[in-house]
Structures are given as structure tokens and as C-alpha cells.
């Protein structure tokens, strides 16, 4: 039997600020402080790609995937098996999605945070992080596993922007940034028929 793939066009809009840590590794200046280091380099954060922000895919798959863990849904008819690896393995975000962000518009928030980035580890700096107040964006899903049907992929993209979030500071390690509301999910293509399903019902 063939498997379903379905494209779901999802549109969502920030409801906290969005902010983003990625590492980079630009070299220090001669003579130049932590500090300064600091204050010319926190756009270096930012994940840029084709001149405006993006955030990577992996980010939000791995956000529906924890939102699944985090639900502990069972699957009808699968025993005690939750949706967790369903959404591992069976949906697929092939591009970064573009959040049409100038980077050259974005602000830096300062953080407090250990000084070699470990919670609990000792001495504390400030560090700089993007953020952006603002933010919203439109992006496709591919379905793989026909099991995963629109009123779970629904509540889990849900459950993904108000439990688990995006970026740095993020609700699902203890922060408050990143939480996202869904404003649409288009569902395209013709579902097949799944034999799993069915016995579930």
C-alpha cells in the first residue's frame, strides 16, 4: 500500500518574542574585551539566510516532536504507544522558514547568564541576544506516515507554540520566549487510506 504524502501549509504569529542563539565563532579583535566582543558581534546569533531571519527547520520539528512527548497522547489501538515517534520520523520540514526579518532591524536583549553557559556552574556574565517582539510566519509540513491525520497534527502544532516554543528562552527550557499561536493550517492532497487507522477506530 502506498503511503499518504500530504502538504500542510501551517501559518503562525508569535505571542512572546522570539529570540535566537546560534553559535558562532567569530574571532576576537586584537585587545578587545569580552564585553566589546560582545556588543559588536550579538547579531552573529541570528540565523540568517538570503539576507533575512529564518528559523531552521529542526527547530520546528523538533518542537511538534517534544509537543507530542510533552502530551503523552496515546495512539487508539497501539497499546501505551504516544505519538512521539510519529512525529520524529513520519513528517518532514524541508526548508528554513523565512520570518522576512531584516536582520539589520533586530534588537539585542541582555542576558544574565553563566559564564561557560552551564546552569549552576558559578560566575555570571551579560551576554547579548537578538530579539525580535514581532514575529510570525507561513510554512509547509510534509505528512509521511498516513496515521498522523489533520486533528492530531493540529493539536500538536498547538501544543508546540504554547508548551515548547522556539529559539533561546523557550517555555520548554523554563523560558518565556518563542510561544507562537497557529492562525492557519491548509491541509493539501489526498490522504490514503491507513490499515493502522482503521483498526484504531
Request: proline letters at 5%; aromatic letters at 6%.
Amino acid at each position: 500500500m502506498a503511503l499518504s504524502v500530504i502538504t500542510v501549509t501551517c501559518t503562525i504569529e508569535g505571542i512572546s518574542p522570539l529570540c535566537q542563539s546560534r553559535y558562532h565563532d567569530e574571532p576576537k579583535l586584537e585587545g578587545e574585551t569580552g564585553e566589546a566582543y560582545d556588543i559588536r558581534t550579538w547579531r552573529s546569533h541570528l540565523h540568517v539566510k538570503n539576507g533575512t531571519v529564518h528559523i531552521p527547520q529542526k527547530a520546528l520539528h523538533d518542537g511538534l516532536t517534544e509537543a507530542a512527548k510533552y502530551s503523552k497522547r496515546q495512539i487508539p489501538g497501539q497499546g501505551k504507544a504516544t505519538w512521539t515517534q510519529k512525529f520524529a520520523s513520519g513528517i518532514a520540514i524541508l526548508e528554513d522558514i523565512d520570518l522576512t526579518i531584516d536582520p539589520a532591524t533586530v534588537v539585542a536583549v541582555p542576558v544574565y547568564c553563566h559564564s561557560d553557559g552551564k546552569r549552576g556552574s558559578g560566575s555570571r556574565v551579560i551576554r547579548r541576544f537578538p530579539i525580535m517582539p514581532k514575529w510570525g510566519a507561513t510554512f509547509d509540513v510534509t505528512i509521511l506516515d498516513p496515521i498522523i491525520h489533520e486533528d492530531i497534527f493540529t493539536e500538536m502544532l498547538e501544543q508546540a507554540g504554547m508548551y515548547i516554543g522556539v529559539g533561546q528562552n523557550r517555555p520548554q527550557n523554563r523560558g518565556v520566549h518563542g510561544r507562537f499561536r497557529v492562525v492557519d493550517i491548509q491541509w493539501k492532497g489526498e490522504q490514503q487510506p491507513d490499515l493502522r487507522r482503521r483498526r484504531a477506530a
